[in-house]
């Protein structure tokens, strides 16, 4: 086995579910939102949409997932779910994420996975939280107005966390 293998943001995000500029501003219109990317993507069933979103949102009721500085993180391991997949939305108003430090929350990460991989959904969250802990990377994908853009900041920041 020995080294583990390094996870990459553009093997989590799906490009096509990447929402610039959140139509919503608060937590459970962004999740469906989201939700409803990922779907439009052929990612995700619509069926399980109402399945997903309720698990997404009773995991916000047990702790929020705005975890300060203006990012959030909404994340669930379902039986429905066949493949780990993440969206990622943007606001440049702000969205009211309930967050643990009370402020508005700016880019959103919303990660799905199966519930029998726990170990690759957490290997999956340290990789995003890596990248989240860095303030030029939260700048960066702040100030992204396209899809492009933010795509952009995924790769560039994949290449700094390789050295390439």
């Excluded at 009721?61 to 959030?72: C, E, P």
């Excluded at 702000?94 to 996975?113: M, R």
């Excluded at 853009?149 to 994949?158: C, G």
Aim: charged residues 25%; negative net charge; proline residues 2%.
């Amino acid at each position: 086995m020995g080294k583990a293998t390094f996870m990459k943001l553009q093997d989590i995000v799906c490009e096509q579910a990447i929402s610039a500029n959140l139509e919503h501003d608060e937590r459970d219109g962004v999740i469906g939102e989201l939700v409803d990317a990922l779907i439009g993507a052929g990612r995700l069933q619509a069926a399980d949409r109402e399945t997903v979103i309720e698990a997404l949102l009773g995991r916000e009721r047990r702790g929020s997932t705005g975890f300060g500085k203006g990012v959030a993180v909404p994340h669930v391991k379902h039986d429905c779910i066949s493949e780990m997949v993440a969206a990622i939305g943007t606001s440049d108003r702000g969205i009211d994420f309930n967050s643990l430090d009370k402020e508005p929350v700016y880019t959103a990460f919303l990660l799905l996975s199966p519930a029998d991989h726990p170990e690759e959904h957490l290997q999956a969250m340290e990789t995003i939280f890596k990248n989240l802990g860095q303030e030029r990377f939260r700048q960066f994908l702040r100030q992204a107005g396209s899809v492009e853009e933010v795509w952009t900041v995924l790769v560039d920041a994949d290449e700094q966390q390789l050295g390439v």
